[in-house]
């Protein structure tokens, strides 16, 4: 091998490693992305359903862009699964920013009249006493940065109490 092929293939080596310890680092990012539930809102009620939109403040501590391209989440209201929600519009998340992500639900408000144990689920997420009602969000959002795939898994447990009150002060991320 002479000296010139030498030089080519240690600098090919270093570049190659070089990008492989920057996309690690970057999907490291994308696992430290900041997820925090601010808002609900009961938005309709039929015959068969109760409509909640959940909002979901994302932070994104990494210098580079992360593109959301989907989710797949289970809500649980006292620790009893009621929903789940899901979604494979795509949504970019720039470098060191924060932005929010509006999700859907649909609960079956007869089938959680037995979980709950004949109290309605509107009368549960309309109560005065919010601060003894929990909300939990469990799943995975698939994410990519610079091309790379992964799914990131959620797990966020708080009160109804403490969502109305995230909306009025600063991101706990």
Same mark, same amino acid.
């Given at each position: 091998?002479?000296?010139?092929?030498?030089?080519?293939?240690?600098?090919?080596?270093?570049?190659?490693?070089?990008?492989?310890?920057?996309?690690?680092?970057?999907?490291?990012?994308?696992?430290?992305?900041?997820?925090?539930?601010?808002?609900?809102?009961?938005?309709? #009620?039929?015959? =068969?359903?109760? !409509? $909640? @939109?959940?909002?979901?403040?994302? %932070?994104?501590? +990494?210098?580079?862009? #992360?593109?959301? =391209?989907?989710? !797949? $989440? @289970?809500?649980?209201?006292?620790? %009893?699964?009621? +929903?789940?929600?899901?979604?494979?519009? =795509?949504?970019?998340?720039?470098?060191?920013?924060?932005?929010?992500?509006?999700? +859907?639900?649909?609960?079956?408000?007869? =089938?959680?009249?037995?979980?709950?144990?004949?109290?309605?689920?509107?009368?549960?997420?309309?109560?005065?006493?919010?601060?003894?009602?929990?909300?939990?969000?469990?799943?995975?959002?698939?994410?990519?940065?610079?091309?790379?795939?992964?799914?990131?898994?959620?797990?966020?447990?708080?009160?109804?109490?403490?969502?109305?009150?995230?909306?009025?002060?600063?991101?706990?991320?």
């Amino acid at each position: 091998m002479s000296g010139g092929t030498k030089i080519l293939f240690g600098s090919l080596t270093a570049a190659v490693v070089a990008v492989a310890v920057f996309i690690t680092i970057s999907i490291n990012d994308l696992l430290r992305v900041c997820y925090e539930l601010t808002e609900y809102k009961l938005k309709s #009620i039929d015959d =068969k359903y109760v !409509y $909640i @939109d959940l909002k979901l403040r994302v %932070k994104n501590p +990494a210098k580079l862009n #992360i593109t959301i =391209k989907g989710y !797949y $989440i @289970d809500v649980f209201i006292n620790n %009893k699964w009621v +929903a789940n929600t899901q979604n494979k519009d =795509k949504k970019v998340i720039h470098g060191g920013t924060t932005d929010f992500i509006e999700m +859907a639900s649909a609960v079956n408000h007869q =089938k959680t009249w037995a979980v709950f144990q004949s109290q309605s689920i509107l009368d549960l997420l309309s109560s005065a006493n919010t601060k003894n009602v929990s909300v939990e969000l469990r799943g995975k959002f698939h994410g990519s940065v610079l091309g790379y795939s992964i799914n990131v898994p959620i797990k966020i447990k708080t009160s109804l109490k403490e969502i109305e009150e995230s909306a009025k002060k600063p991101s706990a991320c």
